[in-house]
């Protein structure tokens, strides 16, 4: 397998250059993948941050109230004498042409606050179609005829407040299929409306009361039939509900006894399980009549709406569905160009790691770059983190050997103490399987049925069996010696001391230290005989001349023996002794590694290879720099 690396290392300038501008690209768009996985979740903080650069947007609409302005400040002073005045309502013209052809957000049109404009003024001026209205409204001999101050009470009443209504038009929600929603755009309407008129006249317009007939059965129809529903927004319906129903319900009705602060703390955490029991329908009645109003100023009424409420209906929306069922994302058309750049580089790399190592396919360049196909797949966008991250640290724009390492010594010593220990666990059950099945046994000491096949030509059994034998008279008898003469001696004085004949012998004189040297000879002779008479008779064995009959007598003593020995091994009790010995070692030995590598931390050994590796690395002499003398 050639070394990724290695093949980085070699690359020309040029190519590294183009893959540190791919490996950027992919980090854009993973950012615009990261952006449209979170638009919809997020979308309130983006709508607010909109109503806050609304404060400082300078709009046609705003330029065009502001030419409103002059020309309504300029009747007040000269009527419509003033030269000033032709001049502004051509602007105005001009300006309502411009106006009425703006499409800034064009899912809105047949409903928005500019088509509600259009049709206000096709109904005030009598014409066929809005350009048509705006020319004539603002016409001298228009204004001559009707008065300048009725038409202009008409445009602050009725045209002024849908000019500056806030529409959400997010420049994303395009791509997701979102819209506002009618429903809630058509109340927010009504209460700027309402505003404007108690701003006017007060509670005296005779306009006042429809509006708030038309607003609490909004009101109902919004909680009944759930306007939030389709964006799967029911958690905010409920909020506005609740905070509906604590500002009316909280004037009227006690709250429940106990301690202030838990009740504070539910109040502000969970408001619905003090006020569940209250109707949040007979709350907005409440709230939308001329009574409250009256009683509670319905300058801190719409205070608190505008606060507590305007917010949550402005982020309700309503997302179109596509043919497939399935909500409309239109991310794919800005995707579709970062994935072609993405199988151009996946082709183009491949191809050049075919021409680098001939040996390669195409087909196994490709998955040798397996994670660049991530970057191709349509769905399960988030995995693209996996080659941003790689590419980055091919490009060294990121570096990565931190996360590499901890890679290591987590999945690496982990995996290789639970590897060990299943392999140790499963070896020791298998041989004490064979053990206690006596399968063991058998194969030792019953002749093999089946053919044996012999790989070197070499009798395994033979040759060890001939070495422990050397290994036994050769070394082992003559270290203990020493030993074997004491306890031979020991033997022999109680021996001859519980016997009469030596107690007797004892008594003779001159016999009392002869019987003791003739013991101790005796002793010595033995010992010799038993550790230093096997060796000789060894050593006689190997390194005398070729003897037929002594090689012929000495395999039939080894046959003898073994087969006496395996006698006497099967031995029922025997056998049962040695398996259940052997059984009882084995198990001791897995609970005991068991408990060993349970004791162990795998970043001991991870620490301690990383050690050994640095040391080696530090031993290996470069070229060049040998030392001299």
């Known amino acids: 397998m050639p070394s990724k690396k290695r093949d980085r290392e070699n690359l020309p300038p040029g190519l590294r250059l183009l893959e540190k501008l791919v490996a950027i690209i992919a980090l854009v768009n993973l950012v615009l993948v990261l952006f449209d996985l979170s638009y919809v979740p997020g979308r309130d ?76 003024m096709e109904r005030e001026m009598g014409a066929e179609n809005a350009p048509q209205a705006f020319l004539a409204f603002w016409n001298r001999e228009y204004l001559n005829a009707v008065g300048w101050r009725q038409a202009m009470d008409f445009f602050n009443r009725d045209i002024r407040f849908l000019m500056t209504f806030y529409e959400p038009q997010l420049f994303y929600d395009a791509v997701k299929g979102i819209e506002p929603y009618r429903d809630t755009q058509a109340y927010l309407q009504l209460v700027d409306s309402l505003t404007v008129e108690l701003q006017r006249d007060g509670l005296r317009s005779d306009r006042v009361e429809p509006l708030l007939g038309q607003l609490r059965e909004r009101s109902t129809a919004m909680i009944n ?32 006894q106990g301690p202030r602060f838990i009740l504070d703390v539910i109040e502000l955490l969970a408001p619905e399980v003090l006020w569940a029991d209250k109707s949040s329908t007979g709350a907005f009645r409440t709230f939308w009549s001329q009574e409250n109003f009256q009683a509670n100023g319905w300058e801190n009424e719409l205070a608190f709406f505008n606060e507590e409420i305007r917010f949550a209906m402005q982020s309700n929306y309503f997302r179109h569905y596509g043919i497939a069922n399935e909500y409309i994302d239109r991310f794919w058309l800005i995707d579709i160009f970062f994935m072609a750049i993405f199988l151009v580089d996946l082709l183009f790399r491949s191809w050049l790691i075919v021409r680098r190592h001939p040996n390669m396919t195409l087909e196994g360049a490709i998955l040798w770059r397996w994670y660049d196909l991530i970057l191709l797949i349509p769905f399960w966008r988030w995995l693209r983190v996996i080659p941003v991250v790689i590419r980055l640290n091919e490009a060294n724009i990121l570096n990565i050997e931190w996360v590499q390492k901890q890679a290591r010594l987590g999945f690496v010593a982990n995996f290789a103490k639970e590897l ?5 666990v499963q070896t020791i059950n298998q041989m004490k399987g064979s053990v206690e099945s006596g399968q063991l046994s058998r194969s030792l000491l019953e002749p093999a049925e089946k053919e044996y096949i012999n790989i070197n030509d070499i009798n395994e059994v033979q040759a060890i069996s001939n070495r422990l034998l050397e290994i036994t008279v050769c070394r082992v008898l003559p270290e203990v010696q020493p030993d074997l003469q004491a306890l031979l001696s020991h033997q022999m004085e109680n021996t001859m001391k519980s016997s009469e004949l030596y107690q007797r012998i004892q008594q003779l004189p001159g016999f009392g230290d ?36 002594g090689e012929k007598l000495t395999q039939q003593l080894v046959e003898h023996f073994g087969s006496a020995l395996r006698k006497e091994l099967r031995r029922e009790d025997t056998i049962g002794e040695f398996e259940y010995l052997l059984a009882s070692l084995l198990e001791e030995i897995k609970v005991n590694y068991v408990q060993q ?33």
């Open 420 to 424: 060990t220990e299943v392999v140790v």
């Open 514 to 549: 002869l019987s003791h040297q003739m013991a101790e000879q005796l002793v010595k002779r033995v010992s010799r005989l038993v550790t230093e008479g096997p060796e000789n008779a060894y050593e006689a064995i190997v390194h005398a001349p070729p003897d037929p009959v």
């Open 597 to 629: 590598m349970e004791e162990s931390d795998p970043e001991d050994l991870f620490e301690e290879t990383e050690a050994l590796r640095k040391r080696a690395s530090s031993n290996i002499k470069l070229p060049g720099k040998e030392n001299r003398g």
């Open 45 to 120: 903080f983006y709508l607010r941050g909109d109503l806050f650069l609304e404060q400082f947007r300078t709009t046609k609409r705003e330029k065009y109230l502001a030419k409103v302005d002059r020309l309504q400040a300029l009747l007040q002073e000269n009527g419509l004498d003033d030269p000033q005045v032709e001049p502004l309502l051509a602007e105005l013209r001009e300006q309502s042409i411009q106006l009425v052809d703006e499409e800034r957000f064009r899912v809105t049109g047949s409903y928005g606050a500019l088509e509600e404009i259009k049709s206000r």
């Open 225 to 256: 039939q759930n306007f939030f529903e389709r964006a799967h927004k029911n958690g905010t319906l409920e909020e506005i509900k609740n905070n509906m129903r604590r500002h009316i319900y909280s004037r009227t009705e006690k709250r429940p």
